[in-house]
């Protein structure tokens, strides 16, 4: 599956060695890599994108090694899985994607695969269903007018609230001061981890699909819930519920419902998507290697 990567910190930090490990899980996910950082001067972020393998890329390479300081980065290696080698091999569908509302420009990144997704007033320029996920979340952050942090959480939980049910959303997002997250998966299945961290005074909080480095102080975000990290830290959460929308109404879930185990059926398995193959076939064999 692809990977994430989300990073906040207390004060401009090079993110080089941080990259440098995130970027060996091209291996796995060799479609396309990229990468979204703000500097913390107040401008918008430098943002690289490549259709190429990360851990095979000069590109990626050289951003690996260069001490290059940010306060909030947006990482992303990808596994393509729609149809067509333009789709594979082009950089409009490698993440993470831009979009600007009102006077801010947006960084997002997602992991999974949605479905249904409607018409939106931002368009996408790839062929990607996670970049139309980010269009419909640019088009409720400009309807709201969102600008403070509460008022951009309430537009984002309504964007993710309408595909919730929809397929696998798990998800990266960044103004530059705010770094979102959410997933609606457990950590364990291919959801998202989280770790913050405090040395010499300075934070930093970092989002991966799966932990780096080490596997101790890694906490597994809780599916179905918005995070919300600033200068190092989380800083609030907040619930996601189901947005009921015409024929959708039908198949939600109710708002309160706790989110249900993944547990194989019985006999042989019916898949709904080449991901969820994919990634139950990765679960497999991990398990197998720690017995």
């Not at 979204?36 to 690996?64: C, F, K, M, Q």
């Not at 409009?92 to 997704?117: C, K, M, S, T």
């Not at 997002?173 to 997933?183: C, K, P, Q």
Request: hydrophobic share 40%; aromatic share 10%.
């Amino acid at each position: 599956m692809c990977q994430l990567l989300g990073v906040s910190y207390s004060e401009p930090k090079p993110f080089n060695k941080l990259f440098a490990e995130f970027r060996k899980r091209g291996e796995s996910n060799p479609h396309a890599w990229g990468v979204a950082y703000w500097a913390g001067d107040g401008h918008g972020p430098a943002v690289i994108r490549e259709a190429r393998t990360a851990n095979e890329s000069p590109l990626a390479a050289a951003l690996a090694s260069t001490p290059v300081p940010a306060t909030v980065i947006v990482g992303h290696v990808r596994l393509g899985t729609t149809s067509g080698k333009w789709s594979l091999r082009s950089t409009a569908n490698a993440h993470p994607f831009l979009f600007r509302v009102g006077e801010a420009d947006w960084a997002g990144a997602h992991n999974g695969y949605i479905r249904g997704i409607g018409p939106t007033v931002h368009h996408p320029v790839g062929t990607t269903d996670s970049e139309a996920f980010f269009c419909a979340v640019a088009d409720e952050l400009e309807l709201s007018k969102a600008k403070l942090t509460e008022e951009k959480m309430d537009a984002v939980c309504r964007a993710a609230g309408k595909y919730q049910n929809s397929g696998k959303l798990n998800f990266l997002l960044s103004d530059g001061e705010n770094l979102f997250f959410s997933a609606n998966h457990p950590a364990t299945v291919g959801g998202l981890y989280f770790r913050e961290i405090k040395r010499s005074g300075q934070r930093a909080l970092i989002v991966a699909t799966r932990p780096l480095f080490t596997e101790e102080g890694w906490e597994e975000a809780e599916p179905r819930w918005l995070y919300v990290a600033r200068e190092g830290r989380v800083m609030k959460k907040r619930r996601i519920l189901p947005v009921f929308t015409g024929k959708t109404q039908l198949t939600m879930f109710a708002c309160e419902e706790e989110p249900r185990a993944v547990v194989p059926p019985a006999g042989k398995r019916r898949y709904r998507s080449y991901i969820d193959y994919w990634e139950d076939q990765v679960a497999k064999k991990r398990a197998a290697n720690y017995h």
